[in-house]
């Protein structure tokens, strides 16, 4: 198990430089630069620009820049923004609480929902159960999420008022962040009136980001937990006497289990990656609202930064998900 460590981890330095090296490209394919989107075309003169342009070091070959910009990663330093003048991971780690937030929200959601959706239509195969999970699985994966946020904001917050349509708090209520984790704070500083109105900001964006994981992870289960039940130690459980539920949760789910959580670690990357969508929806003060600003502004410290740490989040929680095949299923840990 150590010496799958190393090696998941000796990979993880040729990665982020690929990311770091395919970021820099596209933000700088993008027409335009921040000097030209700061002050407007008609607001400055060609040697003004220039001028700027030198002060933020941008009038210097591409590759200097990508070098200068890894060699200050590799120390620490992702740079600056060029419109805020905070440090880029100041910046990140002020919003990505609200994204994590938001991420776990919509995965608990997902498995809470999709887990026993799939256990029961792998049961019941070929009943009107199967075939009802089977068809909201499909309809939930193939609805944008663009279409399906805006359907719900305009039934559950414009019609019946049950739900706020965007942010994670009211302005009445003012909760001091300790954690930056809207439940958490609330709930430290004994306001359960707040703790409710970050709840029902929360209840939204969690259901449209996790539409999609809940749909992969009932698909998943149901087809695990079938390959499983026609195993022979299933058979011999069940000829033991062994109740039909336990047979169904303690023998087969178990080992059901492990490609169940590749695809939910999977999907747990996907979302953080993919929340720029739903935060934009919904007003959502993350790290995906943060990027998409940070791209429009041409903002390329911010973007570069952003882009090498949210990868950096999402190889760990690969690395994070391989090992936890060990502690599922003691055999692969011995195999590997």
């Known amino acids: 198990?150590?010496?799958?460590?190393?090696?998941?981890?000796?990979?993880?330095?040729?990665?982020?430089?690929?990311?770091?090296?395919?970021?820099?490209?596209?933000?700088?394919?993008?027409p335009g630069d921040p000097v030209t989107i700061m002050v407007g075309e008609r607001g400055l003169t060609p040697q003004r620009h220039a001028e700027m342009l030198h002060q933020l070091g941008l009038d210097k070959p591409l590759w200097q820049q990508f070098v200068?910009?890894?060699?200050?990663a590799l120390h620490g330093n992702l740079g600056t923004s060029i419109f805020t003048r905070t440090p880029v991971m100041h910046d990140f780690?002020?919003?990505f609480p609200a994204t994590v937030e938001l991420?776990?929200?919509?995965?608990?959601?997902?498995?809470?929902?999709?887990?026993?959706?799939?256990?029961?239509?792998?049961?019941?195969?070929?009943?009107?159960i199967d075939h009802t999970v089977m068809t909201a699985s499909l309809t939930g994966y193939s609805m944008p999420i663009f279409?399906?946020?805006?359907?719900?904001?305009?039934?559950?917050?414009?019609?019946?008022?049950?739900?706020?349509?965007?942010?994670?708090?009211?302005?009445e209520f003012w909760i001091t962040p300790h954690t930056g984790f809207m439940l958490i704070d609330t709930l430290r500083a004994g306001d359960y009136d707040a703790f409710k109105d970050a709840l029902k900001h929360l209840i939204l964006p969690a259901i449209v980001l996790g539409t999609i994981p809940l749909a992969v992870i009932?698909?998943?289960?149901?087809?695990?937990?079938?390959?499983?039940?026609?195993?022979?130690?299933?058979?011999?459980?069940?000829?033991?006497?062994?109740?039909?539920?336990?047979?169904?949760?303690v023998h087969a789910l178990?080992?059901?289990?492990?490609?169940?959580?590749?695809?939910?670690g999977l999907q747990v990357g996907v979302m953080l990656a993919g929340a720029i969508l739903t935060e934009t929806i919904?007003?959502?003060?993350?790290?995906?609202q943060w990027m998409v600003q940070a791209i429009n502004q041409r903002d390329y410290p911010v973007v570069q930064g952003g882009i090498l740490l949210i990868s950096s989040v999402i190889i760990l929680v690969n690395l994070l998900v391989d090992l936890t095949y060990g502690l599922i299923n003691p055999r692969i840990r011995h195999t590997r």
């Open 68 to 72: 200068m910009y890894d060699w200050n």
């Open 147 to 171: 279409w399906w946020g805006l359907l719900l904001i305009l039934l559950f917050s414009v019609q019946l008022g049950w739900t706020p349509v965007s942010g994670r708090l009211s302005p």
């Open 1 to 30: 198990m150590i010496s799958f460590l190393l090696k998941r981890l000796a990979l993880v330095i040729p990665a982020l430089l690929g990311v770091s090296l395919l970021s820099f490209a596209l933000i700088h394919l993008i």
């Open 93 to 95: 780690l002020q919003r």
């Open 282 to 288: 919904f007003s959502w003060p993350g790290i995906g």
């Open 103 to 128: 991420s776990l929200a919509a995965i608990l959601f997902a498995i809470l929902i999709g887990l026993p959706a799939g256990v029961l239509a792998a049961v019941k195969r070929g009943s009107w």
């Open 218 to 249: 009932a698909r998943m289960t149901r087809s695990s937990m079938l390959e499983v039940l026609g195993e022979d130690y299933v058979r011999t459980a069940r000829a033991k006497g062994a109740s039909p539920w336990r047979v169904i949760l």
């Open 254 to 264: 178990r080992n059901a289990l492990i490609p169940v959580v590749t695809v939910t």
